[in-house]
């Protein structure tokens, strides 16, 4: 295969080996396959490199997305690997239900989503994607083909959610859909003046409400510092329905020379947007692709970041300590110059993943993102990930391209629990510059015992 494989923050080199999900089933077990040579890949909306393999071949396994059953009695749901989640939610929206979780953008695989053990807007209510996934049917390299639940192999069951693709191939799951009376929200728009005035009423919001987010004006500084928008939602009766276009908005054809995103941008885009939203203050009906997926409404804006890419940093900061580090992480990047084309910030439960290496945890998660201007960007990024380990917390690492592996193993100190599931055949970008400069202290479970 020719194609390029790319992460969505384009910032890691993409990967051009790569082979059909029929030609790797094909391939396993007949003992040629080098150690660290694969990676599944979805659709590449990871934004690092959790879903590159710089040394190995990408497995594209967006040819294995068929829907192969769904019970309207119980919402039960099987299907394969590189289902689309687009898909699934069109599939499963005339039988009255919905994903209990889904990402900021519906064009992920469903492989993909259990592999990063994603969350949305409701992480207090549901907890993550992994939360309502019953079993999964895991491929690994030398042909054992198993079934994994939270009874059946379950140390690979928990290591595989949230594992990054590393335990092998995903090539069917089995899903719990929420029932719904309309896949819309009712939205509310509430204004607040700073971070602390959101503290004071976060906890309130979640209680009340299914869904939950807050988008921060990072430009804000002095008396406006931290002031922001709380969206909260919560699904619309059988009667309140918003009629979908199947079709996307416009689209960025190319990527310009330099990126677009400069100071005077985002700071007419933060006024533009405060005013949109904010001229709704109350309550509204949202259909739930512009409530769910704001961004996927306009194809290809990461081209807007311009050649050199995108870094986004996401972190968690536990409750105790997120009114002194969440303002410092925002001082942080008004000291660096440095401008986040869209931050959010929403608060994680307690519901805990069955995920080995699951990111979410209870807390504040902040999510910033920025143009790549080589050094300076990385000394901000590196900053912010020391006010989030010192603050005892974690960086998310499927939206990462650069953290060092101490960083890694602060957030993630389990992560040699993962090594010993992982697939010896599987590795990626990610995990050879953090676990792999980590010394090991475990090693694989041999697959013949599996």
């Keep these: 295969m020719s194609e390029a494989f790319e992460s969505f923050g384009r910032v890691a080199p993409p990967v051009y080996r790569g082979m059909s999900a029929d030609a790797a089933m094909a391939a396993f077990g007949a003992g040629s396959i080098a150690s660290g040579s694969l990676l599944a890949y979805g659709n590449g909306r990871s934004y690092g490199d959790t879903c590159l393999n710089p040394t190995g071949a990408m497995i594209d396994m967006r040819g294995l997305n068929r829907i192969i059953s769904l019970d309207s009695d119980t919402g039960e749901v099987e299907v394969e690997g590189g289902v689309m989640l687009s898909a699934l939610i069109d599939h499963a929206i005339p039988f009255g239900y919905f994903p209990a979780v889904v990402p900021g953008t519906r064009f992920v695989t469903i492989g993909g989503a259990i592999a990063n053990d994603v969350h949305g807007k409701n992480h207090h209510r549901r907890g993550t994607f992994g939360c309502h996934v019953d079993s999964l049917v895991l491929l690994r390299s030398n042909g054992n083909r198993l079934v994994c639940s939270r009874t059946q192999n379950s140390a690979l069951f928990s290591a595989t959610i949230g594992g990054m693709g590393l335990t092998g191939l995903i090539v069917s799951a089995r899903i719990r859909l929420m029932k719904v009376s309309s896949p819309d929200v009712v939205e509310r728009v509430t204004p607040f003046p700073s971070l602390g005035a959101y503290f004071d009423v976060a906890e309130q919001a979640d209680s009340q409400n299914e869904y939950a987010v807050a988008w921060i004006d990072q430009l804000a500084t002095g008396r406006g510092a931290g002031r922001g928008l709380l969206l909260t939602g919560n699904h619309a009766d059988a009667s309140s329905v918003v009629k979908a276009s199947g079709k996307l908005g416009f689209g960025v054809p190319f990527t310009p020379p330099f990126t677009v995103l400069n100071q005077p941008f985002l700071k007419a885009f933060n006024g533009a947007y405060r005013w949109a939203k904010g001229r709704k203050s109350g309550q509204h009906l949202s259909g ?14 990461n081209r807007l970041y311009g050649p050199r890419g995108l870094h986004q940093h ?52 902040l999510t910033l993102d920025f143009p790549h201007r080589g050094s300076r960007t990385l000394e901000l990024l590196a900053e912010l990930d020391r006010i989030t380990v010192d603050a005892g917390g974690a960086v998310n690492p499927y939206k990462d391209a650069r953290m060092g592996e101490d960083v890694f193993a602060a957030s993630f100190p389990n992560w040699r629990d993962l090594e010993a599931q992982r697939d010896p055949a599987f590795s990626s970008g990610f995990w050879q510059r953090t676990a792999g400069r980590l010394p090991p202290q475990q090693k694989h479970v041999p697959q013949a015992a599996e």
């Design 314 to 365: 996401q972190s968690v900061i536990p409750f105790e300590a997120a009114r002194r580090a969440l303002p410092a992480m925002l001082t942080a990047t008004h000291r660096a110059a440095q401008g986040s084309f869209l931050t959010v910030l929403k608060r994680f439960g307690d519901v805990t993943s069955p995920g080995l290496l699951s990111f979410p945890r209870p807390g504040y998660t």
């Design 288 to 301: 739930y692709r512009s409530f769910f997926f704001p961004l996927d409404g306009v194809r290809n804006w």
